[in-house]
């Protein structure tokens, strides 16, 4: 079976690469209104700029995944600091757009923990649809919308999981048709199991995006990768693109939630030889700190199994 690999938004093999350099409200206040304009534009063409460096990265190292940071655009969607993100970068939004197509690299959004619909709060549920409008805004200018991904967690559960669920259904009829066909919904490693999220996700017809340290740190005695994983699959049979998981380790048991430097092989063997038993293609966004190097590191560890197969830089044959 086929599994491919790619590691978010930020090579830090590159020098000064960032595409998430950002200004805080507090510092555009204090700006004159030309200059505040003048800012928020340089920033965003220079994230805009080192986007383009780190996915010439990915196909240098024949990566075929990318996550896009989120924070492309300091202050995209603050009340009081509307502005034109997209009209004066369209040039270079357009070449992201390309290069992606070109190469068919798998690309993605991960916008932050606050972006959830489970809230009783209507000023929440605004913030979330605005948000999920921005990110779609660029995959619009990259023309990226029909084919790239908005991944989100379901959100809290207020003391009252089965009320939250309930308005998380009732909530994300604000957001429009067409950004709910590329959202995916993640399980996540306190609140929302792997189940709960995949009976949200089946109901309404949204991917589901599998986390694997997540699922080891937070899941009932009776949730099996055995039992979940087919339903996972299933939920993106309506796509056309392998399902996608994410991948990480823990820091160590005492802050078993945070991420690790790198991907401990052991760690994920129960993933991956349930992966194999079922014998179906599969993407993998590998979340450990050190990016790149670890998205490398994990490829070459895997690679090592017996009866492994590396196909290229970043796809293997499990």
Known sequence: MRIRFGYVSHALSLYEATPAKTMTFARYKKLDPDTQIQELERITERNLQNTLRNLHFNLANELPLY????????????DEAPWDYI?????????????????????SFHPNQ???????????????VKDMEYHYAMLQAMDLHEESHINIHVGGAYGDKEKATARFHENL???????????????????????????????????????????????SEDESLSELLPRFYETWSHMGVPPKIHLSSPKNEKEYRSHADYVDLEFIRPLLKELK??????????????????????????????????????EIDL
């Open 173 to 219: 009829k604000q957001l429009k048709d067409p950004i709910k066909r590329q959202m995916t919904l993640e399980n996540d490693d306190k609140t929302y199991t792997t189940t709960e999220t995949l009976s949200i996700c089946e109901k309404e017809q949204i991917p589901m995006m599998f986390d694997y340290h997540h699922f080891m740190a937070n899941h």
């Open 67 to 78: 996550r896009f940071s989120s924070s492309i655009v300091p202050l995209a969607t603050h």
């Open 114 to 128: 606050f972006t959830l619909f489970t809230s009783d709060k209507p000023h929440v549920t605004e913030n979330a």
């Open 277 to 314: 038993s079922l014998d179906q293609p599969v993407d993998v966004m590998v979340e450990a700190k050190a990016k790149d190097a670890a998205v490398l590191r994990i490829i070459e560890d895997i690679a090592g199994i017996r009866g492994v197969k590396r196909r290229f830089g970043g």
């Open 87 to 107: 009209t004066p970068f369209q040039s270079l939004y357009e070449e992201i757009g390309s290069l992606v197509r070109k190469h068919r690299l798998r690309t």
